[in-house]
Every structure is written in C-alpha cells, then in structure tokens.
C-alpha cells in the first residue's frame, strides 16, 4: 500500500507522460465526489495560498470545467477541463488546458491529457492519474511551472477535505 501522505509522481520512459499515484483514507464514493464536483474541487484544487474558484462546470462527456486559480495578490489563471469520457467512480478523462476567462485556449502553456482512474481498496481509494503531452517539452514545461509541488500540495488539501466529508 501507498502511504496515505506520499503523492508519487515518475516520468514514463516515453518522456511524454507523468503517471501519478496517490492513496486516500476514505472511500471510492466520497474521493470520486471531491473530484468530479465543483464545490468540493473548489476546496482542494489549488495549492494553498492559491484559490480555486469554479465558473462554470458540465462533468459529463462533451461537458467542461471552467476555474480561475487565484493567488493571495489576486493574480489569476484560469483554465479548462474538457470532459471526453466518464465512468461514474472508475474513470474519467478529458483535456485540460489554460484559456482566458471565457474559455478561449491560449498557447502560451500546453494542454495535456488527463486519465484519472479510481481504485476501492480496503481501508480507502487510489487514486491513479496518467498526464500525457504532445512532446517531451510540453511535459517538461508543465513541470517547470511547478506541477510536481502544486499537484502534491493540493493532494494535502484533499486529504483535509476528505476527513471532513
């Protein structure tokens, strides 16, 4: 078993995808929720000090979210998840990328494919996420922006949402 604290993130031989690993304390049912529902997401998503703020969300195939990650200072990103298959508390995938605040995708930071699948275990949920990119560089821009760090701190705001649920 994964310790319930570790996010593991490695890079495929392919250097075109990040696979992430992730153990939670608490059942499929209520992980799935924290993930596929806006006021849940809003709570966990962004990495502390950062807001997650969700404008519009349609979590279902051809349906997308719209958020705004907002820092202390009130700098804000915003992106776009769209949503491509879902197979309620197994699996769901979809695009994510940044964009303006009506949605229009901008190319200044690559989008990537998510392939996030849910797993029930005996004393709680894993949570598996395959993130793939068009090039090596893509990838590697993603990481230098800070995925690896934002991604495991907000696996923590997760696990205090999820002990609260």
Same mark, same amino acid.
């Given at each position: ?8 993130? $490695?890079?495929?031989?392919? !250097? ?26 809003? #709570? ?12 519009? +969300?349609? @979590?279902?195939? !051809? ?22 298959? $879902? #197979?309620?508390?197994?699996? @769901?995938?979809?695009?994510?990328? @940044? ?12 989008? +990537? ?19 793939? @990119?068009?090039? #090596? ?11 690896? #760090? ?16």
């Amino acid at each position: 078993m994964i310790d319930t604290q570790e996010t593991r993130i $490695v890079k495929d031989p392919s !250097g075109k995808k990040l696979i992430v690993t992730r153990f939670f304390a608490a059942p499929l049912t209520k992980v799935w929720r924290a993930w596929t529902e806006s006021r849940y997401l809003d #709570e966990w998503w962004a990495p502390r000090p950062w807001k997650t703020q969700t404008k519009t +969300m349609n @979590f279902a195939p !051809g349906g997308s979210w719209l958020y705004a990650m907002v820092g202390p200072d009130n700098e804000t990103h915003w992106c776009r998840t769209d949503y491509q298959a $879902v #197979e309620p508390e197994k699996r @769901f995938t979809g695009v994510g990328a @940044f964009c303006d605040e009506n949605g229009r995708l901008t190319d200044a930071i690559p989008s +990537m494919q998510w392939d996030i699948r849910f797993t029930s275990t005996g004393d709680g949920t894993t949570v598996n996420v395959h993130l793939s @990119f068009d090039n #090596e560089a893509s990838l590697e821009k993603i990481v230098q922006m800070g995925f690896k #760090e934002g991604f495991t701190a907000a696996h923590g705001n997760l696990d205090e949402l999820l002990a609260r649920l």
